[in-house]
């Protein structure tokens, strides 16, 4: 029998994630790694600083197995803005 895993919602990411950052990622920042993009894992607080979230999302996939990703600008900014075209 499988056990079927319970994952966050998106708001759960985002809170998680966003604390994640605070907590571990903003103290640890230097001047160059402005306008750069972070992927944390929030199961673990791993995270990735690099040029791309590709890149960021990469480094972090290649040491956790299963990472929940959370994804924004080392500003604390999201990494993605999107809006209607309505």
Not at 24 to 34: E, F, K
């Amino acid at each position: 029998m499988s056990i079927a895993k319970v994952r966050p919602s998106l708001e759960e990411i985002a809170q998680i994630g966003q604390a994640a950052f605070e907590r571990s990622v903003r103290p640890a920042l230097r001047p160059d790694d402005a306008g750069k993009f972070v992927a944390i894992d929030i199961l673990s607080d791993a995270y990735a600083i690099a040029a791309t979230s590709y890149d960021a999302i990469s480094q972090v996939r290649n040491r956790i197995a299963e990472p929940e990703v959370f994804v924004l600008r080392t500003d604390g900014s999201p990494a993605v803005r999107m809006r209607s075209l309505r």
